[in-house]
């Protein structure tokens, strides 16, 4: 409940949840609109949106991140883009989809009009690498560094980048053309690679595997100074009570 709704109700003599959800259906609905009914409903027992046993399947996937430090080679670009890539086929395999086409991106720092500016985007088809759809690390880190090279410029100091999964699919239903190995001995082995990727990388932590030469200290990473401490997640960042 905003400011001019907690105005309006107290002015009417709702002053608790509970009291609102005692008003009429047709009161809430004249004075807070759609909205309000809804939480009025809701305060009610009345589920304003259904529960889906089955949610539609996302149609986009990104990953992306801002460069702690400004980045001017093909080389460094390269490492991130491979990083993207991997960190993305490793959410289409927990999810159970595969892609068709990644869209790589870059651009540099708009908050710095005095650098030069660029900001570039390109859509690579996976079957240029491997199967129509994939959600094949190796595959999609390929066609990854294939778009990057279309769009690389010299001379932009870049300050971020990222990659975009689209047309995406459950592995299943996903679209095959003919002349594809569908559940071949190359098909079998490439799954079973990723899975042991996968259960090692869970097991004994992200970036224990990597696809390629990826180092693991990245110095381009955010740096992150002003981020709150994670509780939750981190012994090192558990809050101390004195």
């Known amino acids: 409940i905003g400011r001019r ?16 959800s005692k008003v009429a259906r047709p009161w809430a609905r004249a ?5 309000g009914l809804r939480t009025v409903d809701e305060l009610c027992g009345r589920p304003s949106i259904p529960f889906e046993d089955n ?3 996302k149609q986009t996937l990104c990953v992306s991140r ?15 883009i491979k990083t993207f890539t991997a960190i993305a086929a ?4 927990r999810k159970g989809l595969v892609a068709t086409t990644i869209q790589v991106f870059v651009h540099g720092n708009p908050f710095r009009p005095d650098l030069p500016q660029y900001a570039k985007a390109t859509t690579v088809a996976l079957d240029t690498f491997g199967p129509h759809a994939s959600n094949h690390t190796g595959h999609i880190a390929r066609a990854g560094l294939a778009g990057l090279k279309q769009i ?17 699919s459950r592995e299943g239903a ?15 082995r490439q799954d079973k690679l990723m899975k042991t990727f996968d259960m090692l990388n869970r097991r004994f932590g992200p970036g ?18 002003y981020r709150s401490p994670r509780y939750t997640t981190k012994w090192a960042d558990l809050l101390r009570v004195r």
């Open 152 to 168: 690389f410029k010299p001379g932009v100091p870049y300050k971020k980048a990222g990659v975009l999964m689209l047309d995406l």
């Open 208 to 225: 224990t595997l990597n696809y390629g030469q990826i180092p693991r200290v990245r110095t381009w990473y955010m740096t992150q100074q």
């Open 90 to 93: 490793e959410k289409l395999r």
């Open 66 to 80: 801002s460069f702690g430090r400004a980045m001017h080679t093909l080389d460094e670009l390269s490492e991130a």
């Open 5 to 20: 709704w907690a105005a309006m109700l107290e002015r009417n003599g709702v002053c608790t949840a509970y009291g609102l």
């Open 31 to 35: 004075r807070m609109g759609v909205t």
């Open 174 to 188: 996903a679209p095959q053309t003919l002349f594809e190995d569908h559940g071949g001995q190359a098909t079998l």
């Open 55 to 57: 949610p539609p399947v």
